[in-house]
Nanobody, 116 residues
Framework: QVQLVESGGGLVQAGGSLRLSCAAS????????MGWFRQAPGKAREFVAR????????FYRDSVKGRFTISRDNAKNTVFLQMNSLLPEDTAVYYC?????????WGKGTLVTVSS
């Protein structure tokens, strides 16, 4: 059974930083593009960032470019999201999944709250 477990969220002031981790188990994700997604209260889940499985090419939504960095450790089946210069509008539950996402693989996510 596939399991994606996100961690590293918390409460931070605007301008602060957090590093999220996503540990995958049950199946290797080393041959899959991986991504981070987020869902703010009352809004639909949205794409945040992705990283290629072998090239490690990265892509970000415009609002996080220059502030967020996605990385991966295939040996540990783990994906990271370094978030700097956080803004209140970054407040959301953050999830990881393959890109495109597999509906059955969504984890519980990790809550990021940015206070102004």
């Amino acid at each position: 059974q596939v399991q994606l477990v996100e961690s590293g969220g918390g409460l931070v002031q605007a301008g602060g930083s957090l590093r999220l981790s996503c540990a995958a188990s049950g199946r290797t994700f080393s041959n899959s593009d991986m991504g981070w997604f987020r869902q703010a209260p009352g809004k639909a889940r949205e794409f945040v960032a992705r990283i290629g499985w072998s090239t490690e090419l990265t892509f970000y939504r415009d609002s996080v470019k220059g502030r967020f960095t996605i990385s991966r450790d295939n040996a540990k089946n783990t994906v990271f999201l370094q978030m700097n210069s956080l803004l209140p509008e970054d407040t959301a539950v953050y999830y990881c999944n393959t890109v495109p996402p597999r509906p059955d693989d969504w984890g519980k996510g990790t809550l990021v709250t940015v206070s102004s």
